[in-house]
């Protein structure tokens, strides 16, 4: 069974950057489909940006420009850079991975779109 492990939150000031790392275990494959989404106190869960690790990557537009998705085939990681960082970037951020995916493109911003997850690692940006 896949595993998801986040890392790399903390708290940062505007302006600021963090970059998050999601480790997969278990499986090890060329062609996910993978995600960062996030979700702050009282909101729904929302999709930050997807890859396809074949080609293809697709964001939201509150943070275009401003993060970047990236995997590591090697090492099996899932990166999300994120820079000038705001106020409403705060959230606990989860990754997701389909490892046999029908699809990958940004009709996958929709979380219920995954069914594997990870814990969470909590960024939090102070103005």
């Known amino acids: 069974q896949v595993q998801l492990q986040e890392s790399g939150g903390g708290s940062v000031q505007a302006g600021g950057s963090l970059r998050l790392s999601c480790v997969v275990f278990g499986y090890s494959s060329r062609n996910y489909c993978m995600g960062w989404f996030r979700q702050a106190p009282g909101k729904e869960r929302e999709g930050v940006a997807i890859?396809?690790?074949?080609?293809?990557?697709y964001y939201a537009d509150s943070v275009k420009g401003r993060f970047t998705i990236s995997h590591d085939n090697a090492k099996n990681t899932l990166y999300l850079q994120m820079n000038s960082l705001k106020p409403e970037d705060t959230a606990m951020y989860y990754c997701?991975?389909?490892?046999?995916?029908?699809?990958?493109?940004?009709?996958?911003?929709?979380?219920?779109?995954?069914?594997?997850w990870g814990q969470g690692t909590q960024v939090t940006v102070s103005s």
């Open positions: 997701a991975a389909d490892l046999f995916p029908w699809t990958c493109s940004d009709a996958r911003l929709n979380p219920a779109s995954f069914n594997s």
């Open positions: 890859i396809y690790t074949a080609g293809g990557t």
